[in-house]
């Protein structure tokens, strides 16, 4: 009776992190990207593991469970977009 299943973390604030050449651009520009505006904290990809772990995901498997604020959901921002473009050109 075994599960397997992935939590796919959005960027996350962490030590090892920290040491990732221009990493930072990428966290905070990742952070305007979230629906909510605000950044992933560690706690919440930890509490997800905790829920995969436990009895109540107990009919999930073979899953990835994306963790990243809906980032992944709003790439086309009107505001970020616009802020990009005007960047380059």
């Known amino acids: 009776?075994?599960?397997?299943?992935?939590v796919c973390a959005g960027p996350l604030k962490t030590g090892a992190s920290a040491g990732i050449p221009?990493?930072?651009?990428?966290?905070?520009?990742?952070?305007?990207?979230?629906?909510?505006?605000?950044?992933?904290?560690t706690i919440e990809v930890a509490n997800t593991a905790?829920?995969?772990?436990?009895?109540l995901s107990s009919g999930i498997n073979g899953q990835?469970?994306?963790?990243?604020?809906?980032?992944?959901?709003?790439h086309f921002d009107p505001n970020i977009v616009k802020t990009v473009v005007n960047q380059i050109y």
């Open 1 to 6: 009776n075994i599960r397997f299943n992935t």
């Open 22 to 41: 221009g990493y930072l651009e990428n966290y905070l520009y990742s952070e305007q990207l979230m629906l909510r505006k605000k950044a992933l904290e």
């Open 50 to 55: 905790l829920f995969l772990l436990g009895p």
């Open 64 to 74: 990835d469970i994306v963790v990243d604020g809906g980032m992944s959901c709003n």
